[in-house]
C-alpha cells in the first residue's frame, strides 16, 4: 500500500561497521561461504541471549512473531526494544495479530516513539474477540503468521521455535515447552534480512496504527516497564544471567560456533492471503534442498500429522531401509489435544510400515543448568515445542514449520537447512541417548494393539493405554480422529 512508509534491511556495507559487523567479519572471512550456527536449547538462556542482542544493536533490529505476550519476559523485551530506540536504533517489530489483544496499548505505544514501527499480519479489525474475525473472514484469519527471528544489524539473527511467552523460557509457574533455537551470523543473516523485508512490505502487514485505535501513553508504558524490570520476579529470572553471555563471546571473537552452509527456508507472505505458488511454499523449497534421504532421518515436532500421504512418505522411506524416528508429545504433555486426534489416527501405520515412534512424556517444569544445554532437546520441560529434524546425519532443520497440514498449506512459516555433520549428531545422540529417558517408545503387539514402553530407575514398565490419561480424555480424541478435520490441524 502506498501510505506504508519504506524501509529495508541494512546494506552489507552499512552493516558491517557495526560492533557486531567488525567482530563477525573476519570469523565469517575465515569461514567463506558458511554461517555461523550455535544452538540455544535451554530457555533462559535463550531468552538471554535475545537481551543481548538487543543490547548489542546499534543501528536495525527486525523482529518477527507469532506469538507475544504482555507476559514477564515479554515486557522485559518490549522494554529492550524501547532502550535500543532511545539509543536510537530502528526498530521494526511485525507481529501476527491472532494473540495481541491484551497488548495493543503496548503496541501502539511503542509504535508512536520516533524509532520503532510495529505492523500487524493478517490484522482483526474487530479488535475484542478473535471469534469474531474468524466468523466473518474465516478464510484469511484462519492463515496466521508462525515464522520466528530476532535479527540485530543484519548482522545476527536467533531464529527457531520459541514464541515470545514465559512458558518458553521457563519463567512460568508450572508449565515450560522444551524448544530449540539457533543463533546464526554470516551470508544466511543477509538472506534472512531481505525474507523479513519482503514480509514486511506485503499485503498482509499493515501499520499498528491503521489497526489499533488507541491512543499511546508514552508514560504509562514507561511505568509498567519499570516495574517489571525491577520487580521481584524478574530479579529472580535472571539471576542466572551470567551463565549465558553468549553475544559477549561472539564480540569478542571466542564464541565456538558451528560454520557450516546454511540456506533459509521461508513461505511467501502471499500464503497469507491463500495467493502462494507452489515453488514459493516451504514444503517445496524443504524437498529441494534437503532431497531424497538414503540412510536415516530423525524428526522431532510437537504437533505431528504426517496425514495419509505423509504416513505414506515416511513408511515408503523405512521399507527402503532408511530408519525413520519420530519425537512427538504424548497425549499427557500435549497442550492442543485436538491436534494429538491427528497423529493417533496414524500411528498404527506408521508402526506396521517400519517407523520408530517416541512420545515425549509430561515432565517437571525444570530448566536444566547448566543454560547450555548438552544438546539440541537438552531443555527438559512438561511439552515438547521443538521444530527440527536431521537428514542422513549430515542436514539439519530448525524452525517454526511443524510437520502438519497447517504449516504446510496454511501458516507462513521460516527456517534454516543447515549442512552440519556436527549437529546432525548432536540431535541422533539425543534419540540415541535422551529420548528415550524422557519419552515413551510406542510399539504394536502382535494382535495390532499398541502399548508404550517406558524406561525408569525400577526398569521398564509397560502401558497399555496412553500412560498418565483418563478415559473421556482418550475417548475425545478418538471421536476427533473421526472428524474430518485434519486439513485444519
Known amino acids: 500500500m502506498a501510505d506504508r512508509p519504506h524501509s529495508s534491511a541494512l546494506s552489507p556495507q552499512e552493516s558491517r561497521q557495526t560492533a557486531l559487523g567488525q567482530s563477525i567479519a573476519p570469523l565469517a572471512k575465515a569461514h567463506p561461504e558458511k554461517s555461523g550456527i550455535y544452538a540455544l536449547p535451554s530457555g533462559a538462556g535463550s531468552f538471554i541471549t535475545r537481551l543481548e542482542l538487543a543490547e548489542a544493536s546499534e543501528s536495525t533490529l527486525d523482529v518477527q512473531y507469532y506469538i507475544w505476550r504482555g507476559d514477564l519476559t515479554g515486557m522485559l523485551l518490549f522494554g529492550a526494544l524501547q532502550e535500543a530506540a532511545e539509543r536510537g536504533v530502528r526498530v521494526r517489530l511485525l507481529l501476527d495479530d491472532f494473540t495481541t489483544r491484551s497488548i495493543d496499548q503496548t503496541l501502539i505505544t511503542l509504535h508512536d516513539h520516533e524509532n520503532i514501527e510495529v505492523r500487524l499480519f493478517n490484522p482483526f479489525v474487530y479488535r475484542g474477540s478473535r471469534a469474531w474475525g474468524f466468523i466473518t473472514d474465516f478464510s484469511r484469519a484462519n492463515r496466521r503468521m508462525h515464522n520466528k527471528s530476532f535479527t540485530a544489524d543484519a548482522q545476527a539473527t536467533i531464529i527457531g521455535g520459541r514464541n515470545i511467552d514465559d512458558s518458553y523460557f521457563g519463567a512460568a509457574d508450572g508449565y515450560l515447552f522444551a524448544d530449540l533455537d539457533v543463533l546464526a551470523v554470516g551470508p544466511v543473516v543477509r538472506e534472512l534480512s531481505g525474507d523479513f523485508d519482503r514480509y514486511w512490505v506485503s499485503y498482509s502487514a499493515y501499520p499498528a496504527d491503521r489497526i489499533i485505535h488507541k491512543s499511546p501513553d508514552p508514560q504509562k508504558l514507561c ?19 551470567q551463565e549465558g553471555m553468549v553475544i559477549r563471546e ?62 505414506r512418505a515416511l ?37 506396521r510400515g517400519g517407523v520408530t515412534l517416541y512420545e515425549m512424556k509430561r515432565l517437571p517444569a525444570v530448566e536444566e543448568r547448566p543454560m547450555r544445554g548438552p544438546g539440541p532437546l537438552g531443555s527438559s520441560g512438561s511439552s515438547l515445542h521443538a521444530k527440527t529434524f536431521s537428514v542422513d546425519r549430515k542436514r539439519v532443520f530448525v524452525g517454526s514449520f511443524n510437520f502438519d497440514p497447517r504449516s504446510v498449506n496454511l501458516n507462513t512459516e521460516l527456517g534454516l537447512v543447515i549442512k552440519s555433520p556436527e549437529l546432525a549428531s548432536q540431535i541422533e545422540q539425543s534419540f540415541t541417548a535422551r529420548v528415550p529417558e524422557n519419552a515413551y517408545e510406542v510399539r504394536l503387539d502382535d494382535r495390532g494393539r499398541l502399548y508404550w514402553l517406558e524406561q525408569t530407575k525400577e526398569g521398564i514398565i509397560r502401558h497399555d493405554r496412553e500412560p498418565n490419561t483418563g478415559f473421556w480424555q482418550r475417548q475425545r480424541v478418538r471421536f476427533f480422529a473421526f472428524m474430518p478435520i485434519e486439513w485444519l490441524l
Not at 223 to 241: I, N, W, Y
Not at 322 to 334: M, P, Y
Open 315 to 351: 513408511v515408503a522411506l523405512a521399507q527402503k531401509g532408511v530408519e525413520v524416528r519420530v519425537l512427538t508429545n504424548s497425549l499427557d504433555a500435549t497442550n492442543v489435544p485436538l491436534v494429538h486426534s491427528g497423529y493417533a489416527k496414524r500411528r498404527k501405520a506408521l508402526l
Open 223 to 241: 511505568s509498567k516497564l519499570h516495574d517489571v524490570r525491577q520487580s521481584r520476579e524478574a530479579e529472580t529470572f535472571l539471576s542466572g544471567a
Open 250 to 311: 561472539l564480540l569478542e571473537g571466542t564464541l565456538d560456533l558451528i560454520w557450516a552452509p546454511t540456506r533459509i527456508v521461508s513461505d511467501d507472505p502471499a500464503k497469507g492471503l491463500g495467493l502462494a505458488k507452489p515453488e514459493g511454499l516451504i514444503g517445496h523449497q524443504l524437498q529441494t534442498i534437503i532431497g531424497v534421504p538414503t540412510t536415516d532421518v530423525e524428526l522431532v515436532s510437537p504437533y505431528f500429522v504426517p496425514t495419509q500421504a505423509g504416513t
